[in-house]
């Protein structure tokens, strides 16, 4: 069965740019999780979806960002216009629903603003 | 201060030593996940501990929940573990606080 797949794995784009990424998660995993690594720093969680609902979308750094999940199935992540400090690894994961469920990680997205 | 503290941060060894990654954490939480991380790859997850000791091949993880305290163990280290190490914590609203990363090289 396949993993977490997520695109592209590499975005190299103009500040002033839209870029969006896209997670794919498990088949069946209604949580899916944002998270972001930026240079030198720890990951941060950004927010999550349960079906296509947003639980938690505390970590999201402002109203640049935009996450859908439309029908619950894959998400997508848009920053619009992207800035300098917007570089960094974006991950996603997903699990099923309870209490004490595995995550599963996906490759992460570099992205890279110039 | 963050919630999660690793160390070291860095861990050099040679090949065949006995490797100690320590987590300690501020929070009350429902599990500890230990996560590893090859260079430009993903992320894997190696343990989801709640209490207890876990054993997987050569690396073993255990918590103390009492200490919040958590250790992963890699005996027999080979260069192939060579690796970031994350501990990262889960709340009760699932949301996963991470550390920082300890990045293990394992020299042949």
């Known amino acids: 069965e396949a993993g977490v797949t997520q695109f592209p794995s590499h975005s190299v784009i103009e500040k002033g740019q839209t870029v969006t990424l896209r997670c794919d998660p498990i088949s069946g995993h209604d949580n899916l999780y944002w998270y972001r690594r930026v240079m030198g720093k720890e990951i941060k969680f950004l927010l999550h979806f349960v079906k296509e609902s947003k639980q938690d979308e505390s970590g999201m750094p402002n109203n640049r960002f935009l996450a859908e999940r439309t029908g619950g199935t894959y998400s997508t992540l848009k920053v619009q216009p992207a800035e300098l400090e917007d570089s960094g690894v974006y991950f996603c994961?997903?699990?099923?629903?309870?209490?004490?469920?595995?995550?599963?990680f996906g490759q992460g997205t570099r992205l890279t603003v110039v | 201060k963050n919630e999660v503290e690793q160390s070291p941060q860095n861990l050099t060894a040679q090949e065949g030593e006995f490797i100690t990654i320590n987590c300690s954490y501020s929070v009350g939480i429902s599990a500890l996940h230990w996560l590893q991380q090859h260079p430009g790859g993903g992320i894997v997850s190696l343990f989801m501990l709640s209490s207890g000791k876990k054993k997987h091949g050569r690396l073993i993880a255990t918590i103390n929940i009492q200490e919040k305290h958590s250790s992963l163990h890699i005996t027999a280290s080979h260069p192939r573990d060579s690796a970031v190490y994350i501990c990262?914590?889960?709340?009760?609203?699932?949301?996963?606080?991470f550390g920082k990363g300890t990045l293990l090289t394992v020299n042949p």
């Open positions: 990262a914590v889960r709340g009760s609203n699932y949301k996963l606080t």
């Open positions: 994961a997903s699990s099923l629903l309870g209490s004490n469920t595995e995550a599963f």
